[in-house]
């Protein structure tokens, strides 16, 4: 067809197209941006999520018609793109391991704006491996919003540090803001969850007023959600600089908790990220695939429960150990990323030209 393009990007051969449909109409972000933005924020995404199964949520006609979820990977996906199997209900389901630049413009090419990723990895085998990440969903409900999650953020940020962990916020893009904590894959995905359900039943008792762990509707009002639940190892959350599918092109947006603590914080949208990308690199960039070692001092989750008041979170508390990453820069080292330098392309509307 007229408007396709043949790129080559980090020796691939990619067939674009279509690369000034509107996939934003409120803004006018045409794909072309989008698949311009991902190739860019590529050596910041890319350590998040390197070994993870991909789901994605796609709006091929935009964001003001219906999208869908794909989990696995279209039948016309180039054969060089990484896939794994995942076994369902209903049969094997093969994945998209988003691991090179290439694969990664190859979803914004067929308008997966969002990419939704576990908090484990696979193993070597092929198999799930533990979680490497605890996640808590900071979720504002009627009355409440960034600002109230914002507390509840460093509350919990509090509490993790008790536990030994270094948490690192998100602001989702979409309402909210998500709080990341690196583990050692010691534990399992359902011990992981059993510490975060308890963590937010004890934010509950302690901020009835603010704080709420049960999904119910009619406790939501005034509240903050504090969701554990995705640490599940079936569940997915939307990954760290991904798009999302809103009105405007925001994104899931990696801060600094002093940028929580300013007052008129809001969710980020592509220039602003990009610009913020390029002047401090990644805030969470600790948590990256190779950004630094897995195995570090425990810290006991004894030491927050033996604080805790049997009477107020009567529920049996896990006894596990959690482990903080070790320490690592705000900037990704260039050597543990994904992509090299000449590994990009650069495109704006319509127009498309390979990077020297």
């Given at each position: 067809m007229g408007d396709e393009q043949l790129v080559q990007i980090g020796?691939?051969?990619?067939?674009?197209?279509?690369?000034?449909?509107?996939?934003?109409?409120?803004?006018?972000t045409t794909k072309g941006e989008v698949i311009d933005y991902y190739t860019r924020i590529a050596p910041l995404l890319l350590p998040h999520i390197t070994g993870r199964p991909v789901?994605?949520?796609?709006?091929?006609?935009?964001?003001?018609?219906?999208?869908?979820?794909?989990?696995?990977?279209?039948?016309?996906?180039?054969e060089?793109?990484?896939?794994?199997?995942?076994?369902?209900?209903?049969?094997?389901?093969?994945?998209?391991?988003?691991?090179?630049?290439?694969?990664?413009?190859?979803?914004?090419?067929?308008?997966?704006?969002?990419?939704?990723?576990?908090?484990?990895?696979?193993?070597?085998?092929?198999g799930?491996?533990?979680?490497?990440?605890?996640?808590?969903?900071?979720?504002?409900?009627?009355?409440?919003?960034?600002?109230?999650?914002?507390?509840?953020?460093?509350?919990?940020?509090?509490i993790l540090a008790d536990m030994g962990l270094d948490p690192h916020p998100v602001t989702s893009g979409s309402k909210?803001?998500?709080?990341?904590?690196?583990?050692?894959?010691?534990?399992?995905?359902?011990?992981?969850?059993?510490?975060?359900?308890?963590?937010?039943?004890?934010?509950?008792?302690?901020?009835?007023?603010?704080?709420?762990?049960r999904m119910a509707k009619e406790l939501r009002a005034g509240r903050v959600l504090l969701d554990w639940s995705q640490n599940n190892g079936s569940k997915?959350?939307?990954?760290?600089?991904?798009?999302?599918?809103?009105?405007?092109?925001?994104?899931?947006?990696?801060?600094?908790w002093e940028e929580l603590a300013a007052p008129g914080l809001a969710q980020l949208e592509i220039a602003?990220?990009?610009?913020?990308?390029?002047?401090?690199?990644?805030?969470?960039g600790a948590l990256g695939f190779r950004a630094g070692g897995r195995a570090a001092a425990s810290g006991p989750l004894s030491a927050y429960i033996a604080k805790r008041d049997p009477s107020r979170t009567p529920e049996p508390v896990p006894g596990n150990p959690l482990a903080a990453p070790t320490p690592a820069g705000s900037r990704l080292d260039s050597s543990s990323r994904s992509i090299m330098p000449g590994d990009c392309i650069g495109i704006c509307g319509s127009s498309t030209t390979a990077c020297s």
């Open positions: 020796g691939r051969r990619l067939r674009l197209s279509r690369l000034d449909k509107v996939l934003y109409p409120a803004t006018g789901t994605r949520k796609r709006w091929p006609e935009g964001v003001d018609q219906p999208p869908f979820f794909a989990k696995h990977l279209e039948a016309g996906a180039p060089w793109v990484h896939r794994l199997p995942i076994r369902h209900s209903t049969g094997e389901k093969d994945y998209p391991l988003v691991d090179d630049l290439p694969t990664l413009v190859y979803l914004a090419q067929v308008a997966s704006l969002e990419l939704h990723v576990p908090q484990w990895r696979f193993a070597p085998d092929g799930r491996g533990n979680p490497d990440r605890l996640v808590l969903d900071l979720d504002p409900g009627p009355g409440t919003g960034l600002a109230e999650c914002a507390q509840v953020a460093f509350w919990a940020r509090a909210g803001i998500h709080l990341y904590a690196g583990l050692d894959q010691q534990q399992t995905s359902d011990q992981a969850s059993a510490v975060a359900r308890e963590l937010a039943r004890a934010l509950e008792a302690d901020h009835p007023d603010l704080v709420v762990s997915t959350t939307i990954a760290p600089y991904s798009l999302r599918g809103r009105a405007h092109p925001t994104v899931a947006a990696p801060r600094t602003e990220v990009l610009e913020r990308a390029d002047r401090i690199g990644d805030p969470m």
